[in-house]
Structures are given as C-alpha cells and as structure tokens.
C-alpha cells in the first residue's frame, strides 16, 4: 500500500517527456498509484539515474494494436486522472480522445500538456520552455541589463508553469468530482502557467514600480541589495537585503558605514553601489563571509554547485535529498505532518509491470 496523501488516488500517465513525467513523479511522491504507459519493452529495470520516471509502474501497450487501445481505456474506467502530453490531435486520433475517455469514465480528470495549449494560432507548432516563456513577458524579463535574455533553465515553462499547475488541475478537478462534479479536461499551457507565474509582475508594471528595461529592477539584478556577488575564491554568494532592518544588518556585516549606502531605494545610486559591494565580497572567500552573514537576517546565502547542495547543513538537516541506488536526488515534497510523501519504487523500464499491473487493476482478459 502507498504512502501519502494520494494513497488511494489512480492516474494514467501517458508516456512523454519533460513536464508530464514530471507531474507523474509528483503525484506518485505524494502516494498516488500512476501508471505508466510505455511502448511495449523487454521488460528489463530502469536506470536508477533516470530519477523522473521514479515511483511508477510501467505497462508496455502498443497504441497503434486496437486491442492495447482497449485495455488502455480499460486502465482509464478505473482511473481518478489521466496525463498526456501529445500535440492536439494525437489522442484524439488514437481513440483515446476526451470525448471518448470521458464516455467510458465520466468521472475522470482528464490532463492535457502542451507548450501552446489546445487552441490558439501556435497550438500545432512545435516548441520548447525558452519559446513558450518567451510570448509571456518573462523571458525577456531575465538577463544582463546590456545584453540578451538568459534561459532560466527550463524551469519556468515546462516545471513551474507546466508540471506545477497540471498537478494543481488535475488534483482541482479530482476534488471537484468526489464534491459532486463531472469529469472534464484540463487543458495545461505552459505558456499560459509562465504567464500565471509572472502575476506579481504585471501588477509591478501596473503600479510603475516595475520597467520592461532588464537589469533595473528590485528583483531582477538592478538593485545591489538583491544579486549575486563573487567572492576571492570565485565562489558566489546570493543577498536579498530588501527590508530596511535586513539591509541594516548587511550594511552592519559588510562594513558598509558611509553615507552613500543610506540611499538603498534610490535606483539612480544602484549602479554605483552594486560596483563597490563586488568590490568588498571579492576581499574575502565564500566560506570567510558565511561565517560572518550565515544565519542573520541579511538574508544570505552561498551558491550552491549541484554537487555541493546535498552535502549542505541546512538540506541534510531536512532532508532535502536523498540516495537511491547511489543516485542522489531531491527528496518527496512537500511536508505533510500526517501522510508524510515517500519514494514508492525504482525507476521502471518500459513495460516491466504489466502483467502486475492487470492484475491489481483487475484487468481480466488482457
């Protein structure tokens, strides 16, 4: 039996790549039973390195056999959710449409992710994360005053704009069914979650607090109380210093007593004393100023390489990441006090629980 909040809920993931396995992994984290659907493989295990595919179980069905057809609308009566990430069209070609997927279980969330969306003039081009954040505003919000917008990783579209609100769509409208509800679709555009997650933003703009110039803004590296600064060893260090106590302590820290510093708001001095603050990180190490701002409310920290975060006191401390199979990854979250999330199982190859799945599916015939 399954751990975790979800303990009980059922999803059909369709195989893809990017945000639906990611999503999958998530609602798997959080207890949920999700079975994959791979074409059909030889049934050998995973690799343990492929940490997105962790959780789930795998069932080989080839979707052009009308018969493996059947059984996936089968696995999609019994199903809570269902996730897929073809271009419009695709599903619905294979006969396992809304349409039809919603007539065999009424009561089903139905997750669809896409770059574009299912209607709109891009909706059948191709794409990746850089060019869906890039129609929202946000990409061009990112970057070196004097130079190009910088990719965000691929985090902004395809994990918070895409994989995050599938997530919260699907577990919506599955709370919206055992309220009483329908089934329905739940059409997820990463362009359209990047723009959600740019909100605070547009508000900004509205307010004149906010320029479509890069690098001149409080929180996008115009400000010299909130960037990232290198240090002797050329090691990086993060400051957020916005609030005025907080901003009082780095001063304090740092050493910065002249009166220059007390114009923190004024954006015409930012410029200059974002200069002489890369001046005064670079006389010491990374180390030497966590000793100084660690743990104060400067709100400090020190930049991370992927190989340092695990080992970091903080993350060890909670718990953050975790070892399987020598393979270091993020650990379940969020918290949960009572149903606490778990790593339900390894990485699965492509159709290595088939028969098992049927099974506890109480697929018979199959």
């Given at each position: 039996?399954?751990?975790?909040?979800?303990?009980?809920?059922?999803?059909?993931?369709?195989?893809?790549?990017?945000?639906?396995?990611?999503?999958?992994?998530?609602?798997?984290?959080?207890?949920?039973?999700?079975?994959?659907?791979?074409?059909?493989?030889?049934?050998?295990?995973?690799?343990?390195?492929?940490?997105?595919?962790?959780?789930?179980?795998?069932?080989?069905?080839?979707?052009?056999?009308?018969?493996?057809?059947?059984?996936?609308?089968?696995?999609?009566?019994?199903?809570?959710?269902?996730?897929?990430?073809?271009?419009?069209?695709?599903?619905?070609?294979?006969?396992?449409?809304?349409?039809?997927?919603?007539?065999?279980?009424?009561?089903?969330?139905?997750?669809?992710?896409?770059?574009?969306?299912?209607?709109?003039?891009?909706?059948?081009?191709?794409?990746?994360?850089?060019?869906?954040?890039?129609?929202?505003?946000?990409?061009?919000?990112?970057?070196?005053?004097?130079?190009?917008?910088?990719?965000?990783?691929?985090?902004?579209?395809?994990?918070?704009?895409?994989?995050?609100?599938?997530?919260?769509?699907?577990?919506?409208?599955?709370?919206?069914?055992?309220?009483?509800?329908?089934?329905?679709?739940?059409?997820?555009?990463?362009?359209?979650?990047?723009?959600?997650?740019?909100?605070?933003?547009?508000?900004?703009?509205?307010?004149?607090?906010?320029?479509?110039?890069?690098?001149?803004?409080?929180?996008?590296?115009?400000?010299?109380?909130?960037?990232?600064?290198?240090?002797?060893?050329?090691?990086?260090?993060?400051?957020?210093?916005?609030?005025?106590?907080?901003?009082?302590?780095?001063?304090?820290?740092?050493?910065?007593?002249?009166?220059?510093?007390?114009?923190?708001?004024?954006?015409?001095?930012?410029?200059?004393?974002?200069?002489?603050?890369?001046?005064?990180?670079?006389?010491?190490?990374?180390?030497?100023?966590?000793?100084?701002?660690e743990g104060t409310d400067i709100c400090?920290?020190?930049?991370?390489?992927?190989?340092?975060?695990?080992?970091?006191?903080?993350?060890?401390?909670?718990?953050t990441f975790v070892e399987i199979e020598?393979?270091?990854?993020?650990?379940?979250?969020?918290?949960?006090?009572?149903?606490?999330?778990?790593?339900?199982?390894?990485?699965?190859?492509?159709?290595?629980?088939?028969?098992?799945?049927?099974?506890?599916?109480?697929?018979?015939?199959?």
């Open positions: 039996m399954s751990q975790g909040p979800l303990s009980g809920v059922k999803i059909v993931e369709f195989a893809g790549i990017g945000p639906g396995p990611f999503c999958g992994m998530l609602l798997s984290d959080l207890g949920a039973d999700v079975i994959r659907i791979d074409r059909p493989g030889d049934g050998r295990p995973g690799r343990a390195a492929d940490v997105m595919s962790r959780g789930r179980r795998s069932i080989g069905l080839n979707l052009k056999d009308p018969a493996d057809v059947e059984v996936a609308l089968k696995l999609i009566e019994k199903a809570d959710g269902l996730i897929e990430g073809f271009r419009p069209g695709v599903m619905e070609r294979n006969g396992l449409g809304p349409d039809v997927a919603l007539k065999r279980n009424p009561k089903l969330a139905y997750g669809r992710m896409t770059g574009w969306g299912q209607t709109g003039a891009l909706s059948q081009a191709a794409g990746h994360d850089l060019n869906y954040i890039a129609i929202t505003g946000a990409l061009h919000a990112m970057g070196d005053g004097d130079g190009r917008p910088r990719p965000p990783l691929n985090l902004v579209g395809d994990y918070g704009g895409g994989a995050l609100y599938l997530a919260m769509g699907l577990l919506a409208a599955i709370l919206n069914v055992k309220n009483g509800g329908k089934g329905q679709v739940v059409d997820v555009a990463m362009s359209d979650g990047a723009a959600s997650l740019a909100t605070m933003f547009y508000g900004m703009k509205a307010m004149g607090i906010w320029t479509d110039e890069r690098e001149a803004n409080m929180l996008d590296g115009g400000a010299h109380f909130y960037d990232t600064y290198e240090t002797k060893d050329g090691k990086w260090v993060a400051i957020g210093s916005i609030e005025p106590q907080f901003y009082a302590i780095l001063r304090e820290k740092a050493g910065l007593s002249g009166a220059e510093w007390d114009a923190q708001m004024d954006k015409s001095k930012w410029p200059g004393l974002k200069q002489k603050l890369m001046d005064v990180f670079k006389t010491k190490s990374r180390d030497e100023w966590c000793a100084i701002m400090f920290a020190p930049v991370l390489s992927m190989t340092e975060a695990p080992k970091y006191k903080h993350n060890t401390d909670r718990g020598g393979v270091v990854q993020p650990a379940p979250a969020p918290r949960f006090s009572a149903t606490p999330g778990a790593i339900q199982r390894r990485p699965a190859g492509p159709g290595e629980h088939t028969a098992e799945i049927l099974k506890d599916w109480g697929i018979a015939g199959a």
